[in-house]
């Protein structure tokens, strides 16, 4: 076995001194523990002030496929994954030659030198940093579980010299987490050591990309999206969810169940005020949501794109009835099982039209966990004002990866909005109550909950109907339920989140983004401003779509239409919703799975731009 290796690039070149400010890589295999020394380093970066965001790409196995985590450090606060990678740790050898080859010229390779690099795998213009990491667990550890696990930690007190991460913070997370395991403490305090103590005693400590305490982060938690959705739900004062398992939507309602034992129990009674059902199958699921939501309760169900397609027929049934109910799509890449592990923004045409015959839908598209919160509260709020489903889009990148956001807020004065219900005392001042009449014009009908007064009862059906709630076949009366159908969803945009806008006053190009995808553009939106560009940038946070995000279109010469699929699905929604010829707005599509990055956005900027310019 050999030794410590520390060979400083051939080239001589190495990357200039970068403080808060740089992107390293994990590689290792899956189950093996890597999660919780990945977990342990963002962690201890985010409490020594410094903005810090984190990328976890996995298999959709369990255990013994490649994964990888990305780290980004930002003193800027920009949080989109970056394609070039400062450091890379390689602890993988069915991955090292990708691995290596991922390092930028000028970076840092730490490897586990326990075993050499074939000579294959050596480059002459980074550093190689070798730590014999499986050599010192096995002398270290006992158990070979123990030796496995524990490699991982001893990786991260490797990197805790290099980067200058402070070990009493690291000392402090662990004993957060291990505070009722003594032995596990105390071994991964050891683990801890064996790398730190090594590095510092065999490289020069830190290196030029490194670490220095900041106070960023005062007013930040780290929160993934699953988690913020499922905390939204609960404050909404949701009580039933009924799901199916599917990646990488299942940690949504397993959160919302955590939170629910806590929060939903009576604590003198131990009654549980809520009710959770694993359906055989989502179809099941999205049934048990409307008739919960018909009953009264605030009801949900969180899925992903397959799960969405055998929901069809009853998200149609709940907009035809006018059945409030609401969905949590986590996206993932496809089609069919596709890659479950992967984020992209492919189902917005299944959603926006879901079920047969002529259905639109409300989606809200949130950029962050920050903004799941809010939005699954707003959700519900629009599902029962509007007797309409309603989907929170959100995807992968989103839902489980950890982001750094603003502390949440709560007015404890909020109060549900219902919309449209009648209670008892005003079912008693009407002659007679007809489920689908419009009294004002704005498309929405009053409704009741079941029990309320036999005065209130009505029969809720799939089949044609009347404003009366009848069985009808007659063609001018379902002609006029879908018109108001229709004139209901055109009220409902006007109170979807309008649009955010950053605009210039001489700005001719207009970049248009939604979701995830946020973070990459509002970097490229900077990155191109300050190569002499003067861009605006318009994120859509709703659909349907209001007049604004029509002057935007119109208002520029030049759009960008940013998002993760490759048909280009959000152009098409706004081609066919506000009539926008689709050569006015160019595609800028990423859909690879992994998470965007600013230099894409900017690479097609500015090729495009160059492009049309030499043609004119």
């Not at 523990?33 to 380093?41: I, Q």
């Not at 699953?226 to 404050?235: I, M, Q, R």
């Not at 009366?468 to 009366?477: N, V």
Request: proline share 5%.
């Amino acid at each position: 076995m050999s030794g410590s290796s520390s060979a400083p690039p051939a080239s001589g070149f190495r990357l200039p001194a970068a403080v808060n400010d740089f992107s390293f890589k994990i590689a290792t295999v899956n189950g093996t523990g890597s999660a919780s020394a990945n977990a342990l380093l963002m962690q201890s970066i985010f409490r020594m002030g410094i903005p810090v965001s984190g990328k976890n790409i996995f298999p959709s196995n369990i255990q013994g496929l490649p994964t990888w985590y990305d780290i980004r450090v930002s003193k800027d606060g920009y949080t989109a994954r970056l394609p070039e990678i400062d450091l890379v740790v390689a602890l993988n050898t069915g991955t090292y030659a990708a691995d290596i080859a991922t390092v930028r010229p000028g970076g840092y390779l730490l490897y586990d030198s326990s075993w050499p690099l074939e000579k294959s795998l050596l480059r002459d213009d980074i550093t190689m940093l070798g730590v014999p990491l499986g050599r010192m667990c096995v002398e270290a550890f006992q158990r070979d579980r123990d030796r496995t696990l524990l490699r991982n930690i001893a990786y991260a007190g490797a990197l805790a010299a290099l980067f200058a991460i402070d070990m009493d913070v690291i000392h402090e997370a662990l004993q957060e987490k291990f505070a009722r395991k003594k032995s596990l403490l105390e071994a991964n305090f050891t683990a801890i050591r064996l790398g730190y103590d090594y590095a510092m005693a065999n490289f020069a400590c830190p290196l030029p990309i490194h670490l220095e305490r900041m106070n960023a982060n005062a007013d930040y938690v780290l929160m993934d999206g699953n988690t913020a959705s499922a905390l939204g739900a609960v404050y909404a004062g949701a009580t039933v969810g009924a799901w199916y398992p599917i990646t990488p939507a299942t940690s949504l309602m397993e959160a919302f169940t955590m939170f629910c034992e806590r929060y939903r129990v009576d604590p003198v009674t131990k009654e549980r005020k809520f009710c959770i059902i694993q359906a055989e199958d989502e179809l099941a699921s999205a049934g048990i949501v409307i008739g919960a939501n018909w009953a009264g309760a605030r009801a949900f169900t969180s899925t992903s794109g397959p799960g969405l397609s055998l929901m069809q027929e009853f998200i149609g049934l709940a907009y035809y009835t006018e059945t409030p109910a609401v969905f949590f799509d986590v996206q993932r890449t496809g089609p069919s099982t596709g890659l479950p592990t992967r984020t992209q923004q492919g189902d917005l045409l299944s959603i926006a039209y879901a079920s047969h015959g002529d259905t639109k839908h409300i989606m809200l598209f949130p950029a962050n966990p920050e903004e799941c919160f809010y939005a699954a509260v707003k959700a519900f709020d629009l599902a029962d004002r509007f007797q309409t489903p309603t989907f929170v889009v959100t995807d992968l990148d989103i839902g489980m990866n950890d982001w750094m956001v603003k502390r949440l807020e709560w007015d404890d004065d909020f109060r549900p909005d219902l919309g449209k219900v009648l209670d008892a005392a005003e079912l008693e001042k009407i002659d007679k109550y007809w489920r689908y009449m419009d009294s004002d014009g704005d498309g929405i009908a009053a409704r009741t909950i079941p029990g309320v007064g036999s005065k209130g009862a009505w029969f809720a059906r799939g089949s044609g109907h009347d404003k009366f709630g009848a069985y009808t076949e007659d063609s001018a009366a379902y002609r006029e339920v879908l018109d108001r159908l229709k004139r209901k969803l055109a009220t409902a945009a006007k109170a979807l989140p309008e649009p955010e806008l950053d605009v210039r006053e001489v700005a001719t190009v207009g970049i248009v983004g939604f979701g995830s995808c946020h973070a990459a553009i509002r970097e490229a939106v900077d990155l191109l401003r300050s190569q002499g560009l003067t861009v605006d940038y318009m994120r859509i946070r709703a659909f349907p779509f209001d007049q604004p995000v029509a002057d935007f279109l119109e208002s520029h010469e030049t759009v960008f239409v940013v998002e993760q699929n490759r048909d280009a699905q959000m152009r098409s929604l706004l081609a066919i919703e506000l009539g926008v010829p689709r050569d006015h707005m160019t595609p800028v599509l990423d859909y690879d799975g992994l998470p965007l990055t600013s230099q894409t956005v900017v690479r097609a900027v500015t090729n495009h731009l160059a492009k049309a310019g030499a043609g004119k």
